[in-house]
């Protein structure tokens, strides 16, 4: 073969190898160059004195930090948690772009504004719709249906969108994810004695080697031990959904003329919830509570100890005016007739005459 038609071979192998390799890149889905960078990349955590949460529901939640740490100025300046403030701010600063997104995703957003010391917006984000991903495999047989893998989220002040993997679910204005909401937890094993009271109308219940007993109960009645667990488990894992205004009376909270549950330990604790009215959504119910301590024994050491537990949990409990879940609400306020039941009768066996 020639070495002109040699060359010319070579020279039309080189162009037809370039042409595929150009179609085959074409038919790649490119990255957009956006993708992996933060979406808020200025952002200083440092500087953060203050965050600012207004919910599309048209609720608002305003944390601030002042010289005595951390509040929930927006309710009443609750103490809020630290550990869940950093948590809730890490997973903003972290946030990396997945990919570009529709702006209508974030069209009816909440918006959160991070701000310095003196109020000054340092970044703001919307967060838009979640993204959600169709069960697959087991969990797709077994019934699963789609749930959230991502949040449509934009930088305030800009019209793009970006779909990223964190489902911002705790970013709510419900305390529970800003600050530490736990009232009391009281495990059913150290109470020794329950009395609901309602007026001067009492009733009374004691415990011994696991069994409840109840004061008064006339021939024909028993206990319901049905209703055991609710009364134990009244203030275990006991925690507030919001709170009243701190300023409302007793009379109008409605604590006054309301059931009082109060339980006692065997270590000599005692916790008294006065319970009120329902909220006016019926979302939950007032409530106030306080603690009491009699020693059970000599030991000088441990009733001291008691006494600053006790000292400490009024600190903490004595200037708010809750609002529990009014499933919890429910077990404190059972009368007498929700606890007694009539007693069966014995059927008596006739003896067969042989």
Known sequence: MKTKKLIGLAAAAVILGSLAFISNNSKKVKTPQETGKPVLPQLNLSKVQQIELNMKSGKKLVVKSSETGWTLSSLYDFPADITKIRSNLLSIKDMKIGQSASSSKVANADL?????????????????????????????????????????????????????????????????????VEIANIPSADISGIALMTGNDAVVLSKSD?????????????????????????????????????????????????????????????????????????????????????????NATINAGLKSKIADFNKKTAQWN?????????????????????????EKVEEKVK
Not at 215 to 242: H, I, Q, R, V
């Open 210 to 298: 696991g069994s409840w007993t109840l004061a008064g109960l006339k021939e024909n009645e028993e206990f319901d031990t049905s209703k055991s667990y609710s009364l134990e488990s009244a203030l275990s894992s006991l925690s507030f959904e919001t709170l009243a205004d701190p300023a409302m009376s007793a009379e109008q909270l409605g604590i006054s003329t309301g059931m009082v549950f109060k339980a006692m330990l065997k270590n000599g604790e005692s916790y008294t919830a006065k319970l009120g009215n329902m909220m006016p959504d019926n979302s939950g119910r007032y409530m106030k509570i306080s603690a009491a301590f009699t020693p059970q024994g000599t």
């Open 322 to 346: 809750y609002v529990i879940p009014s499933q919890k609400a429910g077990n404190m306020i059972l009368t007498r007739s929700d606890l007694v039941k009539e007693k069966k009768k014995e």
């Open 112 to 180: 959160i504004d991070l701000q310095d010391e003196s109020g000054k917006s340092l970044a703001s984000l919307r967060i838009g719709d979640q993204h959600m991903r169709e069960a697959t495999g087991q969990m797709a047989m077994y019934g699963g249906g789609s749930f959230p893998d991502g949040r449509y989220v934009s930088a305030g002040g800009e019209d793009k969108a970006y779909l990223v993997t964190e489902t911002l679910r705790q970013i709510t204005e419900s305390p529970a994810n800003w600050a530490d």
